[in-house]
């Protein structure tokens, strides 16, 4: 049997606020007709690499710059050991308290309501 690789989709009446999780709901939601016009995209899920260590790294060299000036220049001097191991606990850390709950969607698309979607979306609650 093979694994569903379809992207979930989602639905919306204007194009911008994709709520609705299928056709039938969009309709019923919203009492659209025959000839309305929906739209459809992918969800695209958010990672969970929001920053990593070179992000941390910037940030820290920056306020040393403020604090030490020119004094500054090489600070931090972090080895590429310590950099890899701060990024793996960023990547941890993330995925475990940054999951996001919101999502982008893509490749929008065009669906003109038709008679069988509205006698499909009366089929079903």
Request: charged share 25%.
């Amino acid at each position: 049997m093979q694994p569903n690789t379809q992207p979930r989709q989602v639905w919306s009446r204007n194009g911008e606020t994709f709520q609705a999780d299928s056709l039938h709901e969009l309709i019923n939601d919203y009492e659209l007709g025959p000839g309305s016009v929906a739209h459809v995209g992918d969800v695209q899920e958010h990672g969970t690499d929001w920053i990593d260590a070179n992000d941390v790294i910037e940030q820290i060299a920056n306020r040393g710059a403020d604090e030490g000036g020119e004094f500054a220049d090489d600070f931090p001097d972090v080895s590429a050991e310590a950099k890899a191991e701060l990024d793996e606990f960023l990547k941890r850390w993330q995925a475990e308290h940054c999951v996001a709950n919101f999502f982008l969607v893509v490749n929008v698309r065009h669906h003109t309501i038709t008679e069988a979607d509205i006698e499909e979306a009366a089929c079903k609650p």
